[in-house]
């Protein structure tokens, strides 16, 4: 079994706010590449968006690496632990039902960070999707099918 030393502080003094923008990272168990499986990749991307069609929150921009995901939104009426806990265990669901696997897939805990309103948005958005330019996955963003923003 994997050790996750920390990841219970990340739970502590965590306050979150409506109308507030946030950039959240949640980590595949084990950090397992999963994610170079397209088709996981597209399970993820469709429970991201039916977070944002359900108005949970207003998606800005995200990026789902191998290992993991970026994730820049303005929160909604629910709490950003809600948010992150049904869209975890949805995902969860559907991703270990199309593995035909039980179990965790996500590591416990997500580092958040609030977003100040004076910062530039568009600027956040485009550091998350160059994630994959930065690991060397593709010499071009157009090239790499997990991401996408309001801007671009």
Do not use: C
């Not at 030393?5 to 397992?32: C, F, K, N, Q, W």
């Not at 809600?82 to 975890?88: D, N």
């Not at 930065?134 to 996408?148: C, F, N, S």
């Amino acid at each position: 079994m994997l050790r996750q030393p920390d990841s219970h502080l990340l739970r502590r003094g965590r306050y979150s706010e409506p109308g507030r923008s946030y950039l959240i990272t949640a980590v595949v168990y084990g950090r397992r590449p999963l994610f170079r499986d397209l088709r996981l990749g597209r399970l993820l991307v469709a429970e991201l968006k039916r977070t944002h069609d359900s108005g949970q929150v207003n998606s800005l921009a995200w990026v789902i690496m191998p290992d993991h995901f970026h994730w820049l939104f303005e929160l909604q009426e629910m709490g950003l632990a809600q948010v992150m806990g049904r869209t975890k265990s949805r995902s969860t669901l559907t991703i270990n039902r199309a593995r035909g696997t039980t179990g965790p897939f996500w590591q416990r805990g997500y580092p958040d960070r609030a977003v100040r309103a004076e910062e530039d948005h568009r600027k956040i958005a485009r550091y998350i999707i160059a994630n994959p330019l930065r690991a060397g996955l593709v010499k071009h963003i157009g090239d790499y099918p997990l991401w996408d923003a309001v801007w671009l």
